[in-house]
């Protein structure tokens, strides 16, 4: 009767192939051509490199459930035992169904410079609830009449001036507004800091976590790739522990919360926050705080979902076809369950083809109309 081996039995041979030193960043380098060919043994080094990322430096590896572990390494260890020359591009055809299954909508595998790249397949479409008000820019913010209204479609790639251009303009906008419409639409993330400094000033308080408890990992691998990221990270993620892996901030329960102060608060108006599928990264870690302004209301559609498994990226070069293995560094526990995929559930929902922005002004104004006082008799 033959043995079944066990998901660390599977890991280890797959390792066999490889070592710490073999973890590379990335950085700007261009994939080598589909064409490329490979020999056997570098195919089987290929794949032992990118198992060692995703058993050891990959955050969530240690929370997916078994059966999802068995059938990526099944489908690795397929790879390696019947491994023969092949191309780059004959390698990432094998590699995707290791990527596809995974519930990450982070995670992916690219072959940069040719426009190809594995992502997992259980994304979910969503309705088209209309285009960023400052599509085409970092932000846009203007007054209508009583409405502030102040819009982000990315946080990638904003320059210092320009993070100090937003906040005169926030700063000027919110004192002078009843109420704030908040356009996020397409916001797949970035750097958060333009808009949790304006979340934070919007709550009065710079102590709403992002998530309940954050988790990093701490192996010889994983140690070794923070090292290659110092540049970037510092050394905040370096903890002396042989626990992986290892909870990084704990924000405890419930009761020990920060909870909304309206006197300390910058803004106690109503809030829109204009959301669709495109968001999601940073752009749900604002979704997250400004949820815990009492008056903020989402308008659109589900977001994404891409915020469990996140944070900065380890970009790994696979060694001999130059693809970039890009995985999350921290897990994160949130407070809703079922956040992967799913996403945040607007509070007042549009179908396809309805603009979230004409949506919330609509609303608006069905509002005041209500909240007028009516002549007597």
Sequence with gaps: MTKIPTVREMEELLLRDSKTEDLVEAGNKKSKTPNTKLTAKQVQHEVSVFARVLINIYCGWPFHNEVLKRKILKTLLDIRNNAHDMTAAELLKQLRPAIEIIPDNHINLRMVGYDTSVRTTLRKPRPNVGKNIASGKKFHTTQHGNIGIIAVPTLSGWTDDERKMFEKQWRTILPQSEILIIDLRGNGGGNDKPLSDMADY??????????????????????????????????????????????????????????????????????????????????????????????????????????????????ILLPHSHMQFNVGCVYRELFQENFELNGYTPDIKCTDGMDAFTVAMTEIEKNKTMQAPTLER
């Design 202 to 315: 919007i709550l009065g308080d710079e102590n709403f976590p992002f998530a309940r408890r954050q988790y990093i990992r701490n192996n010889p691998d994983a140690n070794a790739v923070k090292k290659i990221y110092e540049h970037v990270n510092g050394t905040k993620f370096n903890i002396k522990s042989t626990t992986d892996p290892i909870i990084y901030e704990d924000n405890g329960n419930d009761d020990t919360l920060p909870k909304f102060d309206a006197t300390r608060a910058g803004f106690n108006g109503p809030i829109y926050i204009l959301i669709d599928g495109g968001v999601m990264s940073s752009g749900e870690l604002i979704c997250t705080l400004l949820h815990n302004h009492p008056k903020a209301k989402f308008v659109g559609t589900n977001t994404r979902g891409g915020e469990v498994y996140g944070y900065n990226y380890a970009h």
